[in-house]
């Protein structure tokens, strides 16, 4: 379950939301040194005149991961440009999408759609991180989702600073390169925005129930992302994933839509470098696998 909710982390942060200008701002823990050693998965698609390579990215680190080398770094030196889930967006930008899509209609308040229960749990659960209790009622369940995540991870000292979109991000800008995205951020918000009420609820309350463990389930993550794992790392990415049409809008559609831009963007001279969430990258229906479905081959490079 928690891979569901991590996808989007990036694109959301990025657009400095309203309601995290209440988070509190005490100094995060540190967490603790990760190991030198780093070789996250890389796979590569190719003909005669066009190489695309495919990186699986984490959306947010620990300090001290040295994970920019080797063939992953000279992969992103030879690329013509960075292809991401969505091209470099302004702050103005993503906020009035963040508007559109993620604030109840007037005259709606999250914690009045909530039961009794719901609601105690809900407050008590922002009271434990110093949070406004009415810090989320002007919002959708499926956004303080998606920011209730994140508390314990940048309190163990996570940050999207230390993320791979970031780092890619600045590298690209560095080399003037361009940058073009496979989604918009409307499109990748309004998949979320799309559930029913009754779901983006009770998801809200998965992620409340997980936030004790999250800190670990991500430790987790990193570790077999460090290490190449992909299999493990899509299982425990996309683990619990019981309902089909969030399974199908947030993972399989996409996949399937990211392998025809691929096998369609090998009709164009170049090299092309595609950094998407390492979730869509392992596991049974994979990118990898819709390729393999279209007849495009892909090999581990990484």
């Known amino acids: 379950m928690i891979g569901r909710f991590l996808a989007p982390l990036a694109l959301l942060l990025s657009t400095a939301a309203p309601a995290q200008q209440s988070l509190p701002t005490e100094q995060p823990v540190v967490a603790e040194p990760v190991p030198a050693e780093v070789h996250p998965a890389l796979w590569r698609v190719a003909d005669e005149d066009t190489t695309i390579y495919l990186f699986g990215t984490i959306h947010l680190l620990p300090q001290g ?65 110093g949070m406004p209790l009415a810090a989320f009622d002007r919002f959708k369940p499926w956004y303080a989702a998606v920011v209730l995540s994140t508390l314990p991870l940048q309190r ?26 496979l989604e918009t951020l409307d499109y990748q918000l309004g998949l979320f925005d799309a559930f029913p009420a009754k779901v983006q609820r009770r998801y809200l309350f998965e992620v409340i129930a997980a936030l004790p463990e999250i800190d670990k389930d991500v430790g987790e993550m990193v570790e077999a992302w460090r290490v190449g794992d992909a299999a493990k790392l899509a299982t425990l990415m996309n683990a619990d994933q019981d309902d089909p049409a969030m399974v199908k809008a947030l993972l399989t559609n996409r996949n399937k839509a990211w392998a025809q831009w691929i096998k369609a963007r090998l009709a164009r001279p170049g090299v092309a470098f595609i950094a998407v969430g390492a979730g869509h990258l392992g596991g049974k229906g994979s990118v990898q696998d819709q390729l393999q479905a279209l007849g495009v081959k892909s090999s581990r490079v990484q």
């Open 65 to 129: 991961l040295n994970w920019f080398q080797g063939p992953l770094a000279d992969a992103f030196a030879k690329a013509d440009e960075l292809v991401t889930e969505i091209p470099e967006i302004d702050p103005q930008t993503g906020q009035a999408v963040l508007l559109k899509r993620g604030i109840l209609p007037a005259g709606q308040s999250l914690r009045d759609q909530m039961s009794p229960k719901q609601r105690t749990q809900f407050e008590k659960t922002l009271g434990n991180y």
């Open 156 to 181: 163990k000292g996570y940050s999207l600073a230390n993320g791979v979109e970031a780092d890619l991000a600045n590298r690209n800008l560095e080399l003037k390169r361009p940058r073009i995205g």
